[in-house]
């Protein structure tokens, strides 16, 4: 363990299928970093901003990272921009190693601090605030869940995953691995549902404003698609 500087998870792997993690499973990283001195990254560029029912998945999980990494939805996608948080022992380690007047944790990009993204960035946090939207999130899942739960008797359905508003589902391959999925991605969109396909499997991540009737219609498109291929 001594040549192990950090450990980075995402709470939950998004683009690999929506792989929730097992109960515990992050607390009992959280103690064996903490046991060893090893740093615990969450990456939350996915999970963050709502995706789970909170602001963070570190919130939903109970549990707390030392660093954390954010984007996508710091400016709801609508401008580039990515984010790290750290913890208040780094802060003051790092700045506490400095020289007087030095910049620490300064990085010297090309588009460092540019005011397009920034503003984008404060506007999408105060919408989520006046909007509600994490809380609307947190309340739309359930009913996000239980209607693509309902898909599980699809006979080419394998496996169905999700939590909040995030969700895969597996299918049963058929030929190479992930030409069922692609074929499934292709027909899903000409029939008018847009989703992220990896392997045999498609990833669903309604966004926060979504409403039940556009529930219903994803999975009624689904319903109809599985169906067919
Ligand atoms: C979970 C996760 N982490 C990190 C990244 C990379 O983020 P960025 O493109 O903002 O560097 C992505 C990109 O899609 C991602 O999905």
């Not at 996508?72 to 007087?100: C, F, L, W, Y």
């Not at 391959?173 to 847009?194: E, I, S, T």
Request: proline content about 5%; overall charge negative.
């Amino acid at each position: 363990a001594e040549n192990i500087a950090a450990c980075f998870v995402e709470p939950i792997a998004g683009s690999t299928g929506c792989l929730v993690p097992p109960k515990g499973y992050l607390q009992r990283l959280r103690d064996i970093c903490d046991a060893h001195g090893i740093l615990l990254v969450f990456d939350e560029v996915i999970c963050g901003f709502g995706r789970t029912g909170s602001a963070f998945a570190a919130q939903s999980f109970g549990v707390t990272p030392d660093l954390m990494a954010m984007a996508k939805g710091i400016t709801n996608g609508a401008q580039p921009m990515g984010a790290v948080a750290v913890s208040e022992r780094i802060h003051d380690t790092i700045m506490g190693a400095a020289a007087d007047g030095a910049v620490e944790f300064f990085h010297g990009y090309t588009y460092s601090g540019h005011p397009a993204p920034c503003a984008a960035g404060l506007a999408t946090l105060d919408i989520y605030k006046s909007e509600g939207l994490f809380e609307r999130g947190a309340a739309l899942s359930p009913y996000f869940l239980d209607a693509l739960w309902s898909l599980k008797d699809v006979s080419v359905v394998s496996d169905i995953r999700g939590y909040g508003l995030l969700a895969a589902i597996d299918i049963h391959a058929a030929g190479a691995p992930g030409k069922r999925g692609h074929a499934l991605q292709k027909q899903l969109f000409d029939n008018g549902l847009h989703v992220k396909a990896t392997g045999d499997c498609v990833i669903i991540a309604p966004p926060l404003i979504a409403e039940r009737q556009h529930i219903d219609a994803m999975v009624d498109c689904l319903q109809k698609t599985l169906a067919g291929i």
